[in-house]
């Protein structure tokens, strides 16, 4: 989900990521781990993860942001994307417009 933080630039998203399907996490079922991202250049500003290991390695954390930036330049709106990974390939599942940007303290 792509998010603006209070006072800081457009260019950083919200990425939120949980093992296996994304029904746990929409449910509030589970504490997903959470990456704040600048589109651009894949750098992690922010990271929470919920457990001991993280579910996403530098690369597929760039390649997320990097998707994300190239969705709202062709549409020119901000996007919430759902993905998935296989075999270490990135694969979009669907996206759609963000209505409400919430600001994130």
Do not use: C
């Not at 079922?29 to 959470?34: E, G, L, V, Y």
């Not at 704040?36 to 579910?55: I, M, N, P, Y």
């Amino acid at each position: 989900f792509g998010q603006v933080r209070e006072g800081s630039p457009s260019r950083l998203i919200l990425r939120k990521a949980v093992s296996g399907l994304g029904e746990a996490l929409v449910s509030g079922n589970i504490t997903p781990d959470s990456y704040v991202v600048d589109k651009k250049s894949g750098r992690v500003f922010e990271k929470f993860l919920s457990k001991h290991q993280r579910l996403l390695s530098p690369k597929q954390i760039k390649k997320i942001a990097g998707t994300v930036d190239k969705l709202e330049k062709y549409f020119s709106f901000p996007v919430d994307m759902e993905w998935t990974f296989a075999s270490e390939k990135l694969f979009i599942l669907q996206s759609r417009p963000i209505t409400t940007l919430q600001v994130i303290n």
